[in-house]
């Protein structure tokens, strides 16, 4: 990122597109060729993982396995896997500007399962070479994955004790009796790797690079949990002790529990954090470079007991610091990480940022509540700037309910007028500062409101379901992009 570079924020999953939620069909090329006609360089999304409870891609079912909602169906039509009416008389969703999770995952994965059923023979030796390829996080996974249907998709803490503890005969013997479910979920894998391959691949011809994102933790129900219990702080029974949260702060005031376990790091780091390594490498198969979560838990993380119904009894724990990416770094080279540095910061943790060498993150929505580092005159170059970010309101949501001083102060610091549309004077705010790259929420391009605000942090219910309509993307939203691009020496 030493040019001047602008990107746009949308998951896969807010794409538009016919059957029920975002995925790498015709419509994610459509958006690629947006952004290559406005000369925008990166295109940053969310994490691709297998989605949980809750329906948030930070908390998955394996930090390596992507996401089956995503898999094209118009491809596996194609193959003569699928027939056009068995999608046709599937319900995925009436909604075409929301998600229904519940609806997809009755639907879309009974339709995989139709397809692997007409697949299998054929596919099965370009399974066993996929396997093969991944063979030190898939067979886990997928074994993971058909136990838990065995199981009634409960957790796999409240598995039998002889599947918890992963005892060899006991595996072995499930695995006889249901080799195809577990061919099942290898094949799931296969298409959304080979899918999200050739889709990766036609971005970078066209000149875009794919920012993607490592959250920093690992869900408690997740086959990485499963098959490694040595590498997380748990209780006998294999249940967290401790948690994974944040403090009190501007986002929520009682901080936020997101219920993770935490990383016994010492035992990763006898290792040589190999595990760490192999993420992060994987994470490179998948993105041109990465955004790592919650970078600050890397100094010091907020650990809270694992009984506590909010994050306000926790303690900072020294993290891994420096080691870790000294680590990364000897193992895979330099590489285009970036660091999610919001939230409550320290010196410390200011000076493992430096230290790294990654560049951090400035959201200017923060800049008008009294956070004077967040407004443009603080950037330096080797930093990222927003309007907002996933987690926030939209621009138009927060000058809907920001308070009269603060929407004073950004139109006074900004010149905004209403001839050019506030939203958009603070669009060119980010685009106008010293920041070498610049990235805006799609909502925010669009100028929507808190109805299509994505995600409001400690809540449940009604998160991670915005979409994008078919026509939303215009003329004039192109022309304006462009503009913004070549105006400020941003264009790709």
């Not at 669009?427 to 929420?441: E, K």
């Not at 915005?466 to 020496?489: F, I, M, P, S, V």
Request: charged share 30%; glycine share 8%.
């Amino acid at each position: 990122m030493e040019n001047r570079s602008s990107g746009l924020l949308l998951h896969v999953s807010s794409l538009p597109g016919k059957y029920g939620i975002g995925d790498f069909g015709e419509d994610a090329y459509a958006f690629v060729d947006f952004l290559s006609m406005t000369g925008t360089k990166y295109w940053q999304i969310l994490p691709l993982g297998i989605t949980s409870f809750g329906d948030s891609p930070y908390q998955s079912f394996s930090a390596f396995a992507g996401n089956p909602y995503f898999i094209d169906l118009d491809r596996l039509v194609e193959a003569g896997w699928l027939k056009q009416s068995e999608i046709v008389r599937t319900d995925l969703g009436e909604d075409e500007e929301y998600v229904d999770y519940a609806k997809l995952y009755e639907g879309k994965m009974a339709l995989l399962d139709k397809a692997f059923e007409r697949a299998y023979p054929e596919v099965e030796k370009e399974l066993d070479r996929f396997a093969a390829e991944h063979e030190d996080w898939l067979p886990d996974f997928a074994m993971f994955m058909a136990i838990k249907k065995a199981h009634g998709n409960v957790a796999w803490t409240e598995w039998p004790e002889r599947y918890r503890l992963r005892k060899g005969e006991v595996l072995e013997a499930f695995y006889e009796g249901n080799r195809k479910e577990i061919r099942f979920w290898i094949f799931t894998q296969y298409l959304f790797f080979e899918h999200w391959g050739d889709l990766k691949r036609y971005a970078n011809r066209k000149g875009i690079r794919i920012i993607g994102d490592i959250p920093i933790y690992v869900a408690a129900d997740s086959a990485d949990v499963w098959s490694r219990p040595d590498l997380y702080k748990l209780k006998e029974n294999l249940k967290p002790s401790v948690v994974a949260g944040v403090p009190p702060d501007m986002m929520s005031d009682t901080g936020q529990l997101w219920g993770n376990p935490i990383y016994d790091w010492e035992q990763m780091e006898k290792e040589g954090y190999h595990w760490w390594i192999r993420r992060v490498e994987e994470s490179f198969r998948l993105y041109d470079a990465v955004r790592i979560d919650h970078f600050r838990g890397f100094e010091a993380y907020w650990q809270v007991p694992a009984e506590d119904e909010t994050a306000e009894n926790g303690e900072w724990v020294k993290g891994p610091g420096m080691s870790l990416f000294r680590a990364i770094r000897e193992a895979l080279g330099d590489k285009e990480i970036l660091a999610e540095d919001l939230g409550f910061l320290t010196q410390e943790v200011r000076d493992l940022i430096e230290e790294t060498g990654y560049p951090g993150m400035k959201v200017l929505q923060f800049g008008f509540g009294g956070e004077d580092g967040y407004l443009p005159h603080n950037y330096t170059r080797h930093t990222i700037a927003y309007t907002g970010n996933h987690d926030t309101q939209t621009m138009q949501g927060w000058l809907d309910s920001a308070d009269e001083e603060a929407v004073e102060a950004a139109r006074s610091y900004l010149n905004l007028t209403e001839e050019e549309g506030y939203v958009n004077g603070l669009i060119r705010g980010v685009f106008a500062s010293s920041s070498n790259l610049a990235i805006i929420p799609v909502q925010d391009l669009l100028g929507l409101d808190d109805s299509a605000r994505f995600n409001v942090p400690s809540t449940i219910g009604g998160n991670w379901e915005w979409r994008l309509t078919q026509d939303a993307l215009k003329k004039e939203h192109r022309k304006q992009l462009k503009n913004l691009n070549e105006r400020y020496g941003r264009s790709l």
